[in-house]
């Protein structure tokens, strides 16, 4: 076979297996399938699968499609992850760090109810969100089909991410390094299509509620630490990163002061 190509997704590929879908985009390189397809798309974290083909690929700008492919076996993330930070200028091995740190925590492990209640009572404090309670929610289902708060979102996360995401644009607009690295942060930490952070909060129920968290708190982190917004790094991070270490599923704000949680 030639032509190779590589995806990334959340669903386990076993060798062999031959996708047909004519709608696949396979990219050209391990970091762009990540770039492409996502870190953590649907809230998952996502494998890269190296594919062949043996039909004439059509390219689709850094991708091609093909009739069908095989895959021919799993690439380790941490290299094209790497490569991917090469992106973000002065602070390639921080956000490394913090890329890695966030799919390790959404990686399926133990579950400490405990734990993550002081995880989540660490972050409400950080946020300086006082007088804010935690609901226990019956099961992720559930707290998957209740309607975020619009007021609570904008309390919990939404002004400050889009305060630091608004900085990282105007940055940007001077510096096609800046805004490349955007444009791969967008794509890889939240939405592989709509490039618009005004769309992305009115689109909030689309998106996976962790990919939302882990984009929120890494757009924070790298806009602060570029000094950008006078804000610390680790806001959005503190108390989230590690109750989604310790177990916890889905989290959620779904009224003014109330933030839902669920293993």
């Known amino acids: 076979m030639k032509n190779i190509g590589y995806i990334a997704s959340p669903n386990a590929i076993e060798t062999g297996t031959v996708l047909s879908d004519p709608a696949l985009k396979v990219s050209l390189k391990p970091e762009d399938a990540l770039r492409y397809d996502g870190l953590w798309p649907d809230g998952q974290v996502s494998k890269i699968y190296e594919l062949r083909t043996t ?16 895959a021919t076996g799993e690439v380790p993330a941490g290299p094209p992850v790497e490569k991917l930070s090469s992106l973000f200028v002065d602070f390639e091995k921080k956000m490394l760090e913090e890329q890695l740190l966030w799919r390790q925590a959404y990686t399926p492990g133990k579950v400490d109810v ?31 089909r209740a309607t975020v708060d619009p007021q609570g979102l904008f309390s919990w996360s939404a002004a400050a991410t889009k305060l630091a995401w608004d900085a ?11 805004d490349l690295a955007r444009r791969a942060a967008w794509t890889s ?8 952070s005004d769309a992305a909060f009115a689109a909030h129920e689309n998106v996976h509620p962790r990919a939302w968290d882990a984009w929120a708190a890494l757009v924070t982190y790298y806009t602060a630490s570029q000094g950008w917004i006078d804000t610390e790094p680790e806001r959005l991070t503190v108390g989230v990163r ?15 002061g109330i933030l839902q949680w669920a293993i």
């Open 55 to 70: 039909h004439a690929p059509e390219a689709v700008d850094a991708q091609m499609t093909a009739a069908e492919w095989v």
């Open 168 to 178: 990282w644009e105007l940055e940007a607009e001077e510096d096609e390094v800046l």
């Open 114 to 144: 405990g734990e993550i209640e002081e995880a989540l009572q660490e972050a409400i404090d950080a946020r300086g969100l006082r007088h804010w309670t935690l609901v226990r929610s019956p099961s992720a289902e559930v707290l998957r």
């Open 189 to 196: 930490w939240y939405h592989p299509v709509m490039f618009d």
């Open 242 to 256: 590690e109750a989604y270490q310790n177990g916890l599923a889905m989290l959620k704000p779904t009224g003014r």
